[in-house]
């Protein structure tokens, strides 16, 4: 009895330790709590998983809109193409004026064109130009085409050949001041690519039976520090394909980049490039990401002289910053980029600028932007060639 | 003895913990199921973005091809015929499908797209084909006349896949490409019926210039419809001689280019200028013996000594009569001249010179000129069209689909005279025969004595 007795009082005292722990106010609807937490991250799991899949779906389909407003656009190109071929130069149904077409219906969108002869040009020319706005749906897309009429010919066909393309700002409609806008741009980009014929004809001869990337870039004289590897498998049970042709800096240095912009009759100065943090030997494979940066360095082989590595970022940021105050200043180079280019140039120029001191393959992409923006910048505005 | 707090929470503690759980299952149960269902939702979704997406390229890159087709190769409607099996869907991975018959280049000689040696969407590339096994691409074209003028072709480029649960799924993108082939023209001197009547009064009633022609031949008595007719056969060779006339400087200058000293290149360009020259002139002279058939026609069937309303005579008739005669051996000349200029420029030692799209540019000129050539002039070059195209469509094999499918097209229209004649604008054939015979008629009226 005592046993028990003193077992039961020792249950009782458990009993009473235990119903006092679970009266203990901070344990009651606790797992109801972890069941609210569990849930909601569940929700908010679930919902990221649904909103993800939900936005690339929309952007997906964002595309396809942007797609088919294209596929409007090129419909009605064909329609106004069609008509030029069958009526040609002399009786072109715009002769006397620009002819605006306002939201024809097509391929389950509209589009509206503007079509006109070249302003200010010599009857003989033979150009015109198109602007069509294409909409489907909720998805909008501005094109310009300069068309060429070719000489009457007993060539059965292709008597109207478009000179340029390009697409428009998003916000143009068809209007004779949206395509001013576009026509000096055009022309200028005309200019330039007359301009650029005779080095374009010296350099094509040597282009003639380059199959391979890196034999190409030595035609072009460039000098990618080491082979340029094919970054595309080859299928299950095929041979590797033998595209890492070596083309040593060596190898290349004695050919000199071809003159592809001179108009004032002046050759254009190499800009400045990044040095190579690591010398690469031309037998030695590189993975396709330091050959993509490395070819980019070689496009404008470094000459930095006795500049330190960080003194050569700031030569080269100070010539980015010259090149866009130019621009900028000059009426005829301003129009050729656009404020986002701008402001990228301007971005670019500060990176090169605070380069470290020592080399190293972060700082060395940062003088290849900046590089590449010179040179883009020397192309499209001769003007501002530093 | 049990404390009052004892017996006081005892009962509601249990039942509190019991329902606690049965609770939270059942809130669990209850969001767990939708939550499943959610992200069940969400992968099939997932996964049809995926197909959508990998469909749309696919369409846009035949579409983008279809385009590009429809400049370089005339004959894309034969072509699509012939190589999509009238239209049918076909699949686009094991070589299948024309568009997707290879995809690298992975078989020497590089540089070459050849069928049957580099590989198609097979199994080589499983991880590619895997997911597109059942994409199948199908086509449906149609010619449309534009309410204005011109043609077009439209093309409705069709996808169908199986997607979640085998479901079909369709997706389609219009594609629409000029016809490009070119009608004959009036000739520029009587496009504008004003200028051109202004000049028929100068010729035939030059003591009333200034009048309109209108009033002219009412106050005389004549047949509007004649003296027109007359008249356009009259200001036509004349202004077409004129311009002839004046490029005779240029062709002089580009003629001693070519033979001259100068670097390939810019003798080739001469050539290729000095062929455009010829060859503008040559259709001018074709449009106008088209334009001019039909007034010869009414010259010849109802021509009257009073047509003008005043007396010609016969003599001065037949005179200026003999310069519409020149027309015919002016397209002639203009014809020989053209090929042989682009001859120079396209083959050696010139040719290569010339970037690869020009040249061969020149050669499917030359093809046209060639062609209507064969047609028009009853030349009995059929051969030697017939081998030019058999060299291109070799050379262009595994470069330039759109170049192979149109050699293949002229081929097949070249076979014999028969069959290029009846591949050829309907108007062609008989342009020459139509307009020489329509002229000895009227010189045969005008001669005989009323």
């Known amino acids: 009895m005592n046993e028990s007795g003193g077992s039961g009082s020792f249950s009782s005292a458990i009993g009473r330790r235990t119903r006092r722990m679970r009266c203990f106010p901070g344990r009651s609807g606790v797992a109801l709590v972890i069941v609210f937490v569990v ?41 106004v193409l069609a008509r030029m071929v069958a009526t040609g130069w002399e009786g072109r149904w715009f002769r006397d004026g620009p002819e605006l077409k306002q939201d024809v219906p097509s391929a389950g969108g509209t589009y509206s064109t503007l079509v006109r002869d070249v302003p200010a040009r010599r009857e003989d020319s033979q150009q015109a130009e198109l602007l069509i706005r294409a909409q489907y749906e909720r998805s909008s897309v501005v094109m310009y085409w300069r068309l060429l009429f070719t000489a009457r010919s007993l060539d059965g066909r292709i008597h109207v050949i478009p000179l340029m393309f390009q697409f428009g700002p998003d916000d143009a409609t068809p209007s004779p001041s949206a395509v001013d806008a576009l026509t000096g741009r055009v022309d200028a980009l005309l200019g330039d690519r ?43 049970g095929r041979a590797p394909i033998p595209n890492q042709v070596p083309l040593t800096a060596v190898q290349t240095a004695d050919r000199t980049p071809p003159d592809v912009f001179s108009p004032q009759g002046s050759p254009p100065q190499p800009p400045l490039s990044p040095p190579s943090s690591t ?56 129009p050729l980029f656009t404020s986002s280019e701008v402001s990228r140039f301007r971005s670019d120029a500060d990176a090169a600028k605070n380069v470290g001191t020592v080399a190293n393959s972060a700082d060395d992409a940062k003088l290849v932007q900046a590089s590449s923006d010179l040179t883009s910048i020397a192309l499209r505005c001769p003007v501002c060639q530093k | 003895m049990k404390s009052p707090q004892d017996v006081r929470c005892r009962r509601p503690c249990r039942a509190f913990s019991t329902l606690e759980i049965l609770i939270a299952v059942v809130l669990l149960i209850l969001a767990v199921l939708p939550m499943l269902d959610l992200l069940i939702g969400a992968g099939r979704q997932s996964r049809q973005t995926a197909d959508y997406s990998s469909s749309l390229s696919l369409i846009t890159k035949v579409s983008e091809e279809l385009r590009l087709a429809g400049w370089e190769n005339p004959n894309l409607a034969d072509s699509l015929r012939r190589d999509l099996d009238g239209g049918r869907a076909s699949s686009v991975t094991d070589g299948h499908s024309p568009f997707f018959r290879t995809i690298e280049d992975d078989e020497a000689p590089y540089g070459f797209l050849d069928e049957g040696r580099d590989s198609p969407l097979d199994q080589t590339y499983e991880t590619l084909r895997a997911p597109l096994k059942t994409h199948s691409i199908g086509f449906s074209s149609c010619y449309r006349s534009l309410p204005t003028t011109g043609r077009l072709l439209e093309i409705q480029v069709g996808l169908s896949w199986k997607g979640h649960q085998n479901r079909l799924l369709e997706m389609s993108l219009p594609v629409c490409v000029a016809d490009l082939a070119v009608r004959p023209q009036l000739p520029k001197a009587i496009v504008d019926r004003t200028v051109a009547d202004g000049l028929i009064v100068g010729f035939l009633y030059p003591d009333r210039i200034g009048r309109t022609l209108t009033q002219v031949v009412s106050e005389a008595g004549g047949r509007l419809d004649l003296v027109r007719a007359l008249g356009d056969c009259l200001v036509v060779p004349r202004i077409l001689a004129v311009a002839v006339a004046s490029k005779a400087d240029q062709i002089a200058s580009l003629r001693s280019k070519v033979s001259g000293a100068d670097p390939s290149l810019d003798r080739a360009r001469a050539a290729l200028a000095l062929a455009l020259i010829f060859e503008e002139q040559a259709a001018r002279y074709l449009d106008a013996l088209v334009a001019l058939s039909t007034p010869l026609e009414l010259l010849a069937s109802d021509w009257t000594s009073n047509a003008l309303g005043r007396q010609i005579p016969s003599s001065t008739l037949i005179s200026s009569l003999s310069q519409v005669r020149d027309l015919d051996v002016g397209f002639c000349r203009c014809t020989v001249d053209t090929l042989a200029a682009y001859r120079q420029a396209h083959n050696q030692p010139l040719g290569p010179s010339l970037s690869a799209r020009v040249r061969t540019r020149t050669l499917v000129r030359m093809v046209d000129v060639l062609r209507t050539s064969v047609v028009a002039l009853k030349w009995p070059d059929l051969d030697y069209l017939r081998s030019t195209i058999k060299g291109f469509q070799r050379q262009q094999m595994g470069c330039n689909p759109n170049f192979v499918a149109w050699a293949e097209s002229e081929l097949e229209s070249c076979r014999d005279r028969d069959t290029l004649v009846a591949s050829s604008a309907p108007w062609l054939p008989t342009a020459v025969e139509r307009f020489e015979s329509a002229l000895q008629a009227v010189i045969k009226k005008v001669q005989t004595p009323y």
């Not at chain 1, 849930?39 to 595309?63: F, M, N, P, Q």
């Not at chain 1, 005779?198 to 391979?212: C, I, K, Q, Y």
């Open chain 1, 39 to 79: 849930l909601t991250l569940l929700g908010a799991a679930g919902l990221s998983v649904a909103l993800l899949s939900h936005s690339s779906y929309k952007e997906v389909d964002i595309l396809s809109l942007h797609l088919r407003a294209i596929a409007v656009g090129e419909v009605g190109f064909a329609e």
């Open chain 1, 194 to 236: 007359e301009r650029n014929r005779p080095a374009w004809d010296n350099l094509r001869p040597s282009m003639e039976g380059v199959t391979t990337a890196p034999e190409l870039a030595g035609v072009l004289g460039l000098s990618p520090a080491g082979s340029i590897v094919d970054s595309v498998e080859p299928g299950r």
């Open chain 1, 279 to 334: 010398p690469v030997s031309s037998s030695t494979p590189v993975s396709s990401e330091t050959t993509s940066s490395d070819s980019e360095a070689s496009t404008s082989p470094l000459d930095c002289g006795s500049l330190s590595y960080r003194d050569c970022g700031i030569a080269l940021a100070d010539r980015l910053d010259a090149s866009v105050a130019c621009f900028e200043s000059d009426t005829s180079c301003k």
